[in-house]
């Protein structure tokens, strides 16, 4: 009851922070009530190296503290506090930048173009939290991920989803981080930053989209636990393979379990594998032959993703800024659009040659096509890998936590009976 | 059941996101014909009609190349200074005769039959049939005197370099600098980011200067003690909108007060505590073209109020003096 009213607290102050987009300054900005925007604040200032190097201490020691509260201490307590001091640091003070999640795009960048210098505190913070997944589980899914630990406060009346619902969901991080990878690679966007749907929270700046798709997640995370994580990160994605070799993962029982069921619904996430009631559910040798098919299919579905990934190579270029230049004055040139954009206005002003452009983008598209084929080809694995997966029956006799699944937040420790 | 149904809710919101974030990335920024970056601020002007209380009555063509300043004295004669003159037109709005200048004149004040008139950084002395009687020292040679008022003893001077306003009495001894930021008189000093700096006398004999910078009118004793001010910034009609406003103001004997916003070009009406009474009008319809004429700059010059009530704008765009009366 205590922890519920202290979350109901923190939630509180954390919608109060919002009126504080509402502050008014002296000198308002100008109210435009023409199409004109204000432009919002993209990234924060920028920080001395040595203020970045403390970003990285502070990143190493507060895993650090977690995953001992987590493994050693068993501590809910510990864990929720440390949420609450990342929030703060990470998110209200550090305003959601520098993060793991977006860091990967980053590192997508450097790896595709070799121009693109990457500061060494993005990489730190990219490899740190999967360096210690590896060993301890996604004990920075815990409480150290910003955008985790503001979902966190408001996971007030957790309900459980179907297996086949969560599935099904969980597929599409698995696209997220495909496309962000792909338009990261490509030197598109960042689309994981572009639609971060907590950074306008925490930086008290922001579009309206941004505050709307933050705002809603957050209300269906009183329902449905953290639905960005479980259901959209696409830095989870590489977090949910690691984690599944890390063999000093959270457990629930601390030693035997006495399968007492008192932590059967206490994980908001569904990520506690439950005893099966039989060794055996189908005749071996019709598991055997299923997993074969699915087995064999998989190539298939990787040709067939690719195919399909490449199809639609052109609609995946138009998101890059000069392709859909080149879009636009294709139709304006063709009169199937009747006025003219700004960015066409800007281009023909630049008195750059029309052809030059166009085989600027034909470039890229033909990048995208070969993206096309990766990306299409990768969800078909995904798609293929969860087939199989889904194919394998694991005899359980404990309750266990799912270690790609599991945020390792300890909610669970505190229902088990069993001491060390 | 009520379990399911807030899943299911929650779920659809989820897929809402989702297509939402697919709907701007692939959809998003159609091409727009209009430039989102363009100053434009043609629906700020649009004014509810509701709100105007005055109607244009009379316009008076002015033959001159560029228009400053208007003032009207007790007889509700009419001085307009431009170029190098000034032009003087009785009640009938006939124009009686015309002062030639050495310089042309900034601002001007008349009372008692003498004309005070601003001429870069001095101020000089006239009869209102035109003969010059003197020419004060300057305050310094970097002052630029954009306004002047005069009560029976006192000569008010708004220096938009020095910004500052300097108290003379009437043969043009310096008898005080008011308004420089002093602390101990809670004076936070003038912000003048343009060559618009205003002050008028109201009939109770209170000096108020306009602070365009910080949106407001202040009300200072002759000794240039702080008494009061009003005023608030917003695009709305009831503040004063952009980066500096009111650029000019004049006041009515009950003691309103009449302004102008350069950007929006609009004359208010407000009463003697600076709320908004009414709008008395708005340049909205030939705005475009005033801000085509970088020369031209704000589309009224200077404000003026007759006795019985009525308003006077200096018209720099189309050289008229336009007379507002009540409705």
Redesign the interface.
């Given at each position: 009851m205590k922890n519920y009213l202290v979350k109901l607290i923190l939630a509180l102050i954390l919608f109060i922070q919002a009126f504080n987009l509402y502050a008014v300054q002296?000198?308002?900005k100008?109210?435009?009530?023409?199409?004109?925007?204000q432009p919002t604040m993209q990234t924060p200032c920028p920080r001395s190296v040595y203020m970045e190097y403390f970003d990285v201490a502070v990143l190493v020691a507060s895993l650090s503290l977690i995953t001992w509260l987590i493994l050693k201490k068993r501590s809910r307590q510990g864990v929720f506090w440390t949420t609450i001091f990342s929030l703060l640091y990470f998110g209200f003070y550090r305003k959601g930048c520098i993060c793991a999640v977006g860091s990967l795009q980053n590192v997508t960048m450097a790896l595709f173009n070799p121009d693109y210098y990457i500061p060494i505190t993005a990489i730190a913070f990219f490899i740190i939290p999967l360096v210690f997944t590896m060993f301890y589980g996604r004990t920075f899914c815990a409480g150290i991920c910003p955008l985790g630990a503001i979902q966190d406060i408001f996971v007030l009346r957790p309900?459980p989803?179907k297996q086949w619902?969560q599935t099904i969901?969980g597929l599409?991080p698995y696209i997220y981080l495909g496309?962000a990878v792909l338009y990261a690679a490509t030197g598109t966007d960042f689309?994981v930053c572009r639609?971060d749907?907590f950074v306008g929270i925490f930086r008290h700046n922001g579009t309206f989209?941004m505050f709307?798709?933050g705002g809603?997640?957050l209300?269906?995370g009183v329902?449905?636990a953290r639905?960005y994580c479980r259901?959209?990160c696409p830095y989870g994605v590489l977090l949910n393979f690691v984690s599944r070799v890390s063999k000093n993962h959270l457990s629930i029982a601390p030693g035997k379990c006495i399968e007492c069921r008192l932590c059967e619904n206490s994980c908001p996430f569904g990520a506690i594998n439950k005893p099966t009631p039989t060794r055996n559910v189908e005749k071996r040798n019709v598991m055997v032959k299923r997993f074969a098919i699915y087995f064999v299919i998989t190539p298939l579905l990787i040709l067939l993703g690719g195919w399909t990934g490449s199809r639609f190579h052109e609609?995946l270029a138009?998101?890059h800024p000069k392709v859909?230049l080149a879009n636009?004055l294709l139709?304006?040139n063709n009169n199937k659009?009747?006025?003219?954009?700004?960015e066409?206005?800007t281009f023909k002003s630049m008195g750059k040659p029309l052809d030059k452009l166009y085989a600027e983008a034909n470039i890229i598209i033909d990048k995208f096509y070969i993206g096309g084929w990766i990306l299409g080809g990768f969800l078909g694995l995904v798609f293929g890998l969860t087939l199989v997966n889904l194919s394998v029956f694991q005899y359980r006799t404990d309750y266990t936590t799912n270690k790609g699944t599991c945020f390792s937040c300890a909610r669970c420790v505190d229902f088990c009976p069993v001491k060390k | 059941m009520k379990q399911k149904l807030v899943i299911a809710l929650s779920l659809i919101l989820l897929i809402g996101v989702i297509f939402l974030i697919y709907n701007d990335l692939f959809n998003g920024n159609p091409a727009d014909s209009t430039n989102a970056t363009e100053y434009n601020l043609e629906k700020l002007k649009q004014i509810d009609s509701s709100l105007i209380c005055y109607n244009e009555v009379i316009t008076i063509d002015l033959t001159m190349e560029s228009v400053n300043a208007l003032t009207i004295d007790s007889n509700s004669n009419i001085y307009v200074a431009g170029d190098n003159e000034i032009q003087i037109f009785d009640k009938t709005l006939q124009k009686t005769h015309t002062i030639k200048l050495d310089s042309s004149a900034n601002c001007l004040a008349v009372f008692d039959n003498t004309l005070y008139l601003g001429v870069g950084n001095y101020v000089e002395v006239y009869t209102s049939k035109g003969v010059k009687l003197s020419r004060w020292k300057s305050f310094n040679s970097k002052g630029y005197i954009t306004s002047i008022a005069v009560n029976k003893t006192n000569v008010y001077a708004a220096d938009a370099e020095n910004k500052a306003i300097l108290r003379y009495n009437l043969n043009g001894v310096l008898l005080n600098v008011i308004g420089k930021k002093d602390k101990d008189k809670s004076i936070d000093g003038f912000i003048i980011p343009s060559m618009y700096f205003d002050l008028a006398i109201s009939a109770e004999n209170e000096l108020w200067v306009a602070n365009p910078g910080k949106h407001e009118l202040i009300n200072f004793t002759e000794k240039g003690d702080f008494r009061t001010s009003w005023g608030i910034a917003s695009m709305q009609t009831t503040g004063f909108a952009g980066c500096c406003n009111p650029i000019h103001f004049c006041m009515l004997s009950n003691g309103s007060f009449v302004t102008f916003e350069k950007g929006l070009d609009r004359i208010k009406l407000h009463d003697q505590t600076g709320k908004l009474e009414c709008i008395v009008a708005s340049f909205s319809d030939a705005n475009a073209q005033a801000l085509d004429n970088c020369s031209i700059g704000a589309r009224v010059h200077d404000l003026a109020t007759d006795l019985q009530g009525n308003i006077y704008a200096l018209d720099a765009k189309d050289k008229k003096i336009r007379v507002f009366s009540r409705k």
């Open positions: 002296r000198f308002p100008p109210e435009f009530e023409t199409k004109y925007s309900m989803l619902v969901l599409i496309l689309i639609y749907p989209m709307a798709i809603v997640l209300l269906i329902f449905v639905p259901f959209l609609n138009k998101v859909r636009e139709l304006a659009i009747s006025s003219l954009s700004m066409i206005s | -």
